[in-house]
């Protein structure tokens, strides 16, 4: 089984930055892509920024310059970098990633459980 832990969400002044952290865990044979998303309440999910297996990053239009999202496949590990924080950003945010277990040859997309991430004074 794969599990993806995030870390690094909690309540930060506007103007303030956050690393949000997260880890693939379990039996993996390979991580494809991973990327960021984010909740707000009563909405959908919307994608913030992805990253493939070949470190091609892209972002959400309205981000871009502020986040930046980056891997390291030896820690099977995704962060998202999160610089001059505003309210709107608020919101729980979720770590993403196609994974190759080696239970079978197939790829599995996996959510982590979300981390709040509070843009407040």
């Known amino acids: 089984q794969v599990q993806l832990v995030e870390s690094g969400g909690g309540l930060v002044q506007p103007g303030g930055s956050l690393r949000l952290s997260c880890a693939a865990s379990?039996?993996?044979?390979?991580?494809?892509?991973m990327g960021w998303y984010r909740q707000f309440p009563g909405k959908q999910r919307e994608l913030v920024a992805g990253?493939?297996?070949?470190?091609?990053?892209n972002y959400l239009a309205s981000l871009k310059g502020r986040f930046t999202i980056s891997r390291d496949d030896a820690k099977n590990s995704v962060y998202l970098q999160m610089n001059s924080l505003k309210p709107e950003d608020t919101a729980v945010y979720y770590c993403?990633?196609?994974?190759?277990?080696?239970?079978?040859?197939?790829?599995?997309?996996?959510w982590g459980q979300g981390t709040q991430v509070t843009v407040s004074s």
């Open positions: 990253i493939t297996s070949g470190g091609s990053t």
């Open positions: 379990g039996s993996i044979f390979s991580i494809y892509a």
């Open positions: 993403n990633a196609d994974v190759s277990p080696y239970s079978d040859n197939r790829v599995h997309n996996y």
